[in-house]
């Protein structure tokens, strides 16, 4: 079996995922309480009981379970998720106006994570129990037990109560609803990157914190296993530089197991950080599926159990090919 | 028997071994003294805080400050608890607790105050006010009575709040008796039944209290035996009844007859309507603060009198300037101008009556000085600022009056604050039930210039009641029982951790919320590991298709949201402290049983395994004797690591809204802060969120250091 048969395999298998979570989505929700007619219209004050009949047509809430299956997953695959029980927009515009934000938070915060905690990580690895090391590991530890809310409310109390250093709650002023700045002046270019970095430094700082211990303590696992390799040996009696010798042969394979926990971090940050924006009144995605969970809108919560699975595997499929073709090892075994 | 001991040394020496190997990471001896810590807090908790984290309310004002700030002096302008009066919240309870009250009153004559054992508020005992008996034709006309008793507030600053409680019962006799049944509300008209008839004992061809009354069924004039008896004693048959027009009854009914169980009164005024006790009382309730009346406007707003602005003398006492003030020097301020208080500002009682003498005459002449020393004497340097200059040496003295900072009324037939505090009144008896009073108010929504307990001088809380005599046409005699009457002010700090919103204890929340996170933890991170081992055994000893569904099933629920299906699971079944502990538990297992399986599916091609199915022995043979003990090292370390998640997923829920509504948690701590304006009070985020963290970090670090201890292997690599 070569890459190509490796790649096809993949594919297959997560197809197969994709359709397994419709069809786990689907019943999960035709088991839960509640028809979406119950929620439109109170039975009580309908004159008409044609009107429920339409309701109820217009819904295919008369067609036996398995057409409303095949119905579904049309919907699904054509990312078609109706209308929000709670503001009556499409859900997909929904998702649309909060997606920039949760990504530019949660992009932000995974790449400075992903990056800091790898460099850390190798250099840790390198002076394996050295002052530096137990430093790193020990930070890492303590930034990841603390509880993200918690570190939220902790900076809003210094940098905003105390210090006044930083602006809290949403995604931009709130000064710029009434007079957005004016993106065609320079100045106003200015203003904007400056309004909007500075709504996005706290919680981006609880991310990133919460974050970078995790890969910093994988990255440093994996390479400790890497280090004691003979190709290290060799590659240093070669007279390589440190740096080589860290990230161009030990790194390289060592990045197995980081790239699958990337690929798995990269598909939640769809999903974005319920609790951070909570805290900090983010209108992104975590607020809005907390918000969608809490006033049962069904339409958004089958959107997003859908999306976040969709990313997910989406991810660890890219992370599995992309595996496949650094290490020749996986595509024959 | 024998065999067991051994098993059992064995295992302690197995424990006792793993002990000192872990005593030997400082790691994970930090770890376990955090747990012993909070565990010790955790089963403590009812002893090191008297507080019930959850229904103890109102404990001091909301969002209270710790009270060590206040007795730091790290913030100021804090408050205290104080309740004005005994301690005890029962007073008025032994002939003792009378003292440090003072009574007096306008009509010494009539009315008298003693210590009653009899009945009492919340409990037995109250002081009894009684007024003389008075006979018909005379009357009292309007007089009242006054308890008072004066306290120093000792804090710097106002409180959050205060709370003034009483009980009060009137009772007054010689009004219209209820013969039968009790007494209807007062104006129920009443009807004459004729045969409604009494005995007249004393011949006096009028009913007086106590005298039989019976129902003459046929009419008849005498009483037989088989008519009823209304009330008192049956008279011997024949015995002549009768009848008197004032003997009238409420009809029910209304079928103008008496029928057995109407109720049957005597009106005495004869105006066919029943009548409450005719002695209407108003009740009133002051405190009042202890105030120097000669004040000064202060313009450049320092709070201290500055040469050249102007002095007042507060006649009316209200802090404001008015028209019926007197001014002492500078310009007359504005009408409604905010006068302030300089203890320096003081005067020279020449005529020694403790009063400056615009109380008594229009053009004063008694000397007002500013004591810029505060020595309580006029040196020849300090500003005269009216009058003609003292000698130096001689004494000068704040101009007393007291200040109405509150007060409360109640009108003689209004309505009374609604809680009613028992005892019921006696049957027989037609006084009115216990009143419970209740008024107080926050500081808060005063005007800070007229600030509530703004001063650490002397108060007196005071109570009169008006009594005004209005019907001379019937005897009058009445009393009142005063008790449980205290003044409680709930400070703005408190105890160790201050109040949250609701005036309830945090340190005692702090507490007792390690009780919930170390449930929670351990419990449920238990319970994932049960599964996981469950999970992992089978599917990595079965193999076949048994592993590869339980696989994928796993993989699903690894890609599912971790979050947001905690959230949905626990709003749909509803938040309560099982329901968490389960899912938590129910959703912590996959990660675990993927090691668990890879680890079987080695062992199980090992030669010992092999072996021990060669010899015929079970699946649950090899898995309880062969598998097990070998991943059982795993177990504790995934066992140990498991619980901070858990403990901050709890946490996150919490903090999301979804607690259990019984129980205080850290998370819902910090809940609590978030929503309800505590997020800017470090010392009520602060704690909470750091145990979460270090309990935690203590649990991490242990697993760390058996994971140390249990895989050698890593160890030696380490």
């Given amino acids: 079996m070569g890459l190509r048969g490796y790649v096809l395999r993949r594919t297959v298998y997560t197809v197969v995922l994709v359709f397994f979570v419709i069809t786990l989505n689907y019943l999960i929700f035709e088991v839960m309480p509640g028809n979406p007619i119950d929620t439109l219209v109170n039975p009580n004050r309908l004159r008409d009981p044609s009107q429920l009949d339409a309701l109820i047509r217009r819904f295919q809430l008369d067609q036996d379970p398995f057409t409303r299956y095949v119905y579904y997953v049309k919907n699904m695959l054509t990312f078609e998720f109706g209308q929000s029980y709670v503001t009556g927009q499409p859900v997909s515009s929904e998702i649309l106006v909060r997606v920039v934000n949760t990504l530019s938070l949660l992009g932000i915060s995974t790449v400075l994570a992903i990056v800091a905690g790898m460099t850390l990580g190798v250099y840790s690895a390198a002076r394996r129990g050295g002052v530096f090391d137990s430093t790193q590991v020990t930070s890492s530890l303590v930034w990841g037990s603390l509880p993200t809310f918690w570190m939220g409310l902790v900076f809003i109390l210094i940098f905003f109560y105390y210090l006044r250093w930083f602006p809290i709650g949403h995604v931009s002023p709130d000064a710029w609803a009434l007079n957005p700045p004016n993106l065609a002046t320079l100045a106003g270019v200015a203003e904007y990157i400056r309004g909007r970095l500075s709504h996005l430094f706290l919680p981006v700082t609880v991310l990133f914190l919460f974050q970078y211990g995790g890969f910093l303590l994988l990255t440093r696992a994996t390479m400790i296993d890497a280090l004691t390799e003979d190709y290290v040996l060799t590659a240093r009696a070669k007279g390589l530089n440190e740096r080589t010798v860290l990230f161009r042969h030990a790194l390289k394979n060592a990045s197995l197991p980081i790239i699958t926990a990337i690929a798995l971090t990269m598909g939640f940050i769809f999903s974005g950080a319920i609790i951070t924006e909570t805290v900090f009144s983010w209108e992104g995605m975590g607020q809005w599926i907390y918000r969608s969970i809490i006033n049962t809108d069904y339409p958004a919560m089958q959107a997003i159990f859908y999306i976040i699975a969709l990313m997910v595997i989406l991810a660890n499929f890219i992370s599995d090919i992309l595996i496949g073709f650094i290490d020749p090892r996986i595509k024959f075994g | 028997m024998e065999a067991r001991e051994v098993r059992f040394r064995r295992g302690l020496g197995k424990i006792l071994h793993a002990w000192l190997l872990l005593a030997r990471s400082k790691r994970a001896l930090f770890g376990i003294s955090i747990i012993v810590f909070y565990s010790f807090l955790a089963i403590a908790a009812p002893i090191l805080t008297p507080y019930d984290p959850s229904f103890d309310s109102s404990l001091a004002f909301d969002h209270a400050v710790p009270e060590w700030y206040r007795t730091l002096g790290i913030q100021k302008g804090l408050s205290g608890n104080l309740v004005a009066g005994p301690q005890d919240v ?332 028992s005892p019921d009144p006696p049957v027989d008896s037609r006084s009115s039930k216990w009143k419970g009073i209740y008024f107080g108010g926050e500081s808060s929504l005063i005007r800070p210039e007229d600030q509530v307990f703004g001063q650490q001088v002397k108060y007196t809380l005071r109570l009169t009641i008006i009594v005004v005599d209005r019907d001379p046409t019937y005897p009058l005699q009445a009393s009142f029982n005063i008790d449980d009457y205290s003044l409680t002010i709930l400070g703005t700090s408190f105890g160790i951790f201050g109040t949250d919103q609701q005036g309830r204890d945090l340190f005692s929340q702090l507490v007792f919320g390690a009780r919930v996170s170390l449930l929670v933890g351990l419990v449920s991170a238990a319970l994932g590991v049960v599964i996981g081992l469950f999970v992992g055994l089978l599917a990595g000893f079965k193999g076949g298709v048994v592993d590869e569904g339980l696989m994928r099933f796993t993989d699903m629920l690894l890609v599912l949201p971790g979050l947001p299906l905690l959230i949905v699971l626990v709003a749909v079944l509803s938040p309560g402290i099982w329901t968490i502990i389960a899912v938590l538990g129910f959703l912590g297992w996959m990660g675990f049983a993927r090691v668990i399986r890879a680890q079987a599916v080695s062992l199980k091609e090992r030669p010992f395994v092999e072996a021990s199915k060669s010899v015929g022995a079970g699946t649950s043979h090899i898995i309880t004797r062969h598998i097990l003990p070998n991943v059982m090292g795993l177990t504790y370390v995934t066992l140990a690591t498991s619980v901070p998640g858990a403990i901050t997923a709890e946490a996150a829920l919490s903090f999301l809204g979804l607690f259990d509504p019984f129980l205080i948690s850290w998370g819902r701590m910090l809940f609590n802060a978030d929503v309800f304006q505590g997020f800017f009070l470090p010392w009520w985020i602060l704690p909470p969120g750091l145990s979460i963290a270090i309990l935690s970090l203590s649990f991490i670090l242990i697993g760390y250091a058996l994971d140390d201890i249990l895989n050698p292997r890593l160890r030696q690599r380490r």
Wanted: net charge negative; no cysteine; charged share 20%.
């Fill in chain 2, 90 to 421: 029962s007073n008025f309870n032994s002939p003792s607790s009378l003292t440090g009250w003072n009574f007096s009153t306008s009509n010494e004559q009539v009315v008298s105050f003693q210590y009653s054992s009899a009945e009492g508020g919340k409990a037995p005992g109250s002081l009894l006010v009684s007024i003389a008996p008075r006979p018909a034709g005379t009357s009292y006309g309007t007089f009242n009575f006054t308890i008072q008793r004066s306290f120093k507030y000792i804090y710097e600053g106002p409180p959050g709040k205060f709370v003034s409680s009483l009980s009060v019962r009137l009772r007054v006799t010689g009004d219209e008796p209820v013969i039968f049944g009790s007494a209807p509300s007062s104006g129920t008209v009443v009807a004459d039944d004729p045969r409604l008839r009494y005995v007249d004992s004393n011949g006096n061809n009028v009913w007086d209290s106590g005298e039989a009354l019976v129902f003459d069924v046929n009419n008849n004039g005498a009483f037989e035996s088989g008519e009823l008896i209304v009330s008192g004693q049956a008279p011997a048959p024949g015995t002549p009844v009768k009848d008197d027009s004032r003997i009238l009854f409420v009809d029910s009914n209304v079928n103008s007859l008496w029928n057995p169980g109407e109720v049957v009164i005597y009106d005495k005024n004869a105006n066919m309507q029943y009548d409450q006790p005719s002695t209407p009382i108003s009740t009133r309730s002051f405190i009042d603060q202890d105030y120097n009346r000669i004040r000064f406007v202060d313009s450049n707003d320092n709070n201290a009198w500055d040469d050249g602005e102007p002095v007042v003398y507060d006649k009316v006492g209200s802090g404001f300037f008015s028209s019926e003030d007197i001014v002492i020097s500078g310009s007359e301020p504005g009408s409604g101008t905010t006068l302030k208080d300089d203890p320096k500002l003081r005067f020279v009682d020449t005529n020694n009556n403790n009063r400056w003498d615009a109380e008594t005459s229009n053009t004063p002449t008694e000397t007002v000085v500013y004591d810029a020393n505060s020595n309580g004497l006029y040196d020849t340097s300090e500003t005269v600022l009216a009058g003609t200059a003292p000698s130096a040496g001689v004494s000068v003295e704040s101009a007393k009056g007291s200040f109405r900072i509150w007060e409360q009324h109640y009108p003689a037939d209004g309505v009374y604050p609604p809680s009613w505090f």
